[in-house]
């Protein structure tokens, strides 16, 4: 009896005492992505093995050469990443590249590429498409009609441009035609400005289009208008900077009717009462009122005819192709036309009976002509270094449950003491 539990005693002695092995990364499971418009965007991955050292979501936006690295706290078996797209707004049609990545020791494991397609999937848009010549074109409700339309203005916008420019169009439109103003301006997001009719984000090939923004014709021009802006981003696409704003929306608003002969009489206006701007100051951004920025576009039309009208339309053809090699601005203009960029300006204003705008100088601040009541002076203080002493080191990882094992082989040595006493006592017993 006693040599049978003492036995006992010391084999479960020895199978706690014998460690297990932690669960360990083998690789990456099935990986899924979901997301619900103005919602979230969820990324899911399995590890059959077990958690790596590090992990981390990689992401790649269609229209960026860079990626996003998002560090993920993994659970035991899987893990999660969960953007909230209400908080951080995303133009809908964005495609996004993702994967993951496992750090293990020295080892760097990655998950196969996979897409998710981010889209207005509001409930109430049955979205149904159709594809016309390079674009396809997207409706609800029952805009089907004006939707191929626009497929059709599309096509003609397209050739115009490329013709202009020298430079084919790289791949194929998504347009989306809405029918309900919440409805577009639900899919541009809080930044769109009131008078928006039609939206254009280049780098994602997409239009988005209100069917109330204006009369058909004002529809067909703006299509015209948007589809340029794609052609032009093709044709100047840099990894160095954006082309001037001015030119780029001059070059589109010139292209509605291939003139600006209907934006000089305004241009001509603000002349006259001394309210030109200057192309330097439109450069990066438009102003935020109606007027000025109306402005803006019609400077930009009329000076892409001015170069047009001394340079040839094989000029505008050359200052997109000096953007796309890394040209600057300055640089750009100068390789179309031959002239220095403050040049071709000053000839600009000069049509019109002005000289070039010159940058407004602020006005001196003024000392202050508050009375303040005396202040106390503010005691001496010194400051120093805190002590060494004072700071707390970090644990070292894992060395805080190394009492586990020596509590459980103590447990089970006072349980076996007590069962052979016990054992002892039924012996001696009569």
């Known amino acids: 009896m006693r040599r049978g539990l003492l036995l006992a005693a010391i084999v479960l002695a020895v199978i706690v005492a014998i460690p297990i092995p932690a669960a360990a990364f083998s690789g990456f499971g099935s990986t899924t992505a979901d997301a619900t418009y103005g919602g979230r965007m969820r990324f899911t991955v399995q590890l059959p093995g077990g958690s790596p050292d590090q992990l981390a979501l990689l992401l790649r936006f269609a229209g960026s050469d860079s990626t996003v690295v998002v560090p993920v706290d ?22 996004i590249a993702y994967r993951w990545r496992a750090t293990n020791g020295e080892e760097v494991t990655l998950s196969p590429e996979k897409t998710l397609l981010y889209d207005d999937d509001r409930p109430g848009l049955d979205w149904r498409s159709a594809r016309i010549a390079a674009a396809t074109v997207h409706w609800y409700g029952g805009a089907e009609a004006q939707a191929r339309h626009f497929g059709s203005v599309s096509a003609d916008a397209a050739a115009a441009a490329e013709t202009l420019l020298g430079h084919d169009l790289a791949g194929p439109i998504d347009i989306f035609v809405y029918d309900s103003r919440n409805d577009f301006f639900g ?3 809080p930044g769109a400005r009131e008078w928006t009719g039609a939206a254009t984000f280049p780098a994602l090939r997409t239009i988005f289009m209100w069917l109330g923004g204006g009369s058909s014709s004002y529809l067909e021009t703006t299509m ?10 093709d044709v100047t696409a840099n990894p160095f900077h954006d082309p001037a704003k001015w030119f780029n929306e001059g070059l589109a608003v010139w292209s509605e009717q291939q003139s600006a002969s209907g934006h000089e009489a305004a241009v001509r206006s603000a ?42 339309r094989g000029a505008i053809a050359a200052i997109a192709a000096a953007w796309q090699d890394g040209a600057g601005d300055a640089e750009a203009l100068e390789a179309g036309t031959g002239v220095t960029a403050d040049q071709l300006y000053d000839a600009y204003f000069a049509s019109y009976g002005v000289a070039a705008p010159t940058a407004v100088e602020p006005a001196p601040i003024l000392p202050s002509n508050v009375d303040r009541p005396p ?5 001496a203080t010194e400051s120093s270094a805190p002590s060494a002493s004072s700071s707390r080191q970090p644990a070292e990882s894992g060395g805080g449950a190394g009492w586990i094992p020596a509590v459980i082989v103590a447990g089970l040595g006072m349980g076996v003491v007590v069962a052979l006493v016990a054992a002892r006592r039924r012996h001696a017993s009569p």
């Open 74 to 95: 993994p659970g035991p078996l899987s893990a999660e990443f969960v953007r909230d797209t209400a908080a951080e707004p995303i133009t809908p049609n964005t495609s």
């Open 187 to 189: 899919a541009l997001g």
């Open 224 to 233: 015209t208008h948007e589809v340029t802006h794609v052609v032009f981003q």
């Open 271 to 312: 002349a006259d009462a001394s309210a030109l701007l200057a192309f330097d100051g439109i450069t990066e951004s438009f102003p935020i009122g109606d007027q000025a920025a109306r402005l803006a576009y019609d400077e930009g039309a009329t000076m892409v005819q001015m170069v047009i009208n001394t340079y040839g």
């Open 375 to 379: 202040q106390p002076a503010a005691p």
